[in-house]
């Protein structure tokens, strides 16, 4: 398990060094949702809005966090009786987590749709702000699965 | 012998996790070469995780959450 998680939390924790959209180098192709537009007669793009790579960053970041969290719960969830006879600890401690979570979920829906409705940057700096606390629970959430899923030792 | 039955029950939720963390493994390699390699995010992707963060987001704010976010017995 503590080997199948690392790569994962290894790959968030450097999306998070790589920032969000700060500096960011990401293209949309043409015609994207991120990056609406249409084809005109002689076939050059007419964007009918502006390309929004931080949203891109944005979504794609917090997808990726929602499912490493979700993945630990569900599995704990789906596995309940034989994670507990290796470790009751772990039930418990996600539940914890579980009214966070939820919480932080709830305050993203609304931060993004204020967002789409009012694209400025005070409301990407709200979405943004969510975002890092969602990914601030990734690793919060996996290691209470890591350390108590090993072995009794003799 | 009860270690042998630790470590094959460890054994077994691995396997089972897998293809979750397969998943996240994927997504996290794609965002991450694009966002290090200036690669170009095509439509298909955009598209892709426009859908997913609509529908998402429409479900959280009609009030439905997955069963694993809430505190069972």
Redesign the interface.
Known sequence: ?K???L??TL??S??LV?GLGGG????????????PGTNSASGVFVPTQAPD?AL??A??????A???I??V???????RA??A??SPKVKPAL?VI??T??DV??R???A??AYKINPIPANLSTLQNVLAEIQRLVPVVQSQLNPN????T? | M??LA??S??V???V???P??E???K???T??T???N??????????A?????DD??AA??AGN????????P
Not at chain 1, 149 to 152: W, Y
Request: glycine share 4%.
């Open positions: 398990m080997i199948l998680l790569p994962a790959l968030i450097a999306l790589a960011c180098t990401t293209q949309l192709e043409n015609g994207g949702a991120y990056a790579p891109y960053v979504d794609a970041s917090y997808k990726l929602y499912d490493a979700d993945g719960l569900k599995f704990e969830r789906e596995n034989e994670v006879k290796l539940d579980r009214p979570v939820k979920d709830r993203w829906a609304l993004r749709a899923l090993s072995p009794p003799p | 009860e270690e630790a470590i029950g460890l077994t939720l691995a089972k996790a897998a979750e963390v998943q996240v493994y997504d996290a390699k965002l991450i694009s966002l290090f200036k690669g170009v995010i095509t439509k298909a992707q955009q598209d995780s426009m859908q997913w963060a998402h987001q959280v704010l959450t997955p069963p694993e976010f809430e505190i069972e």
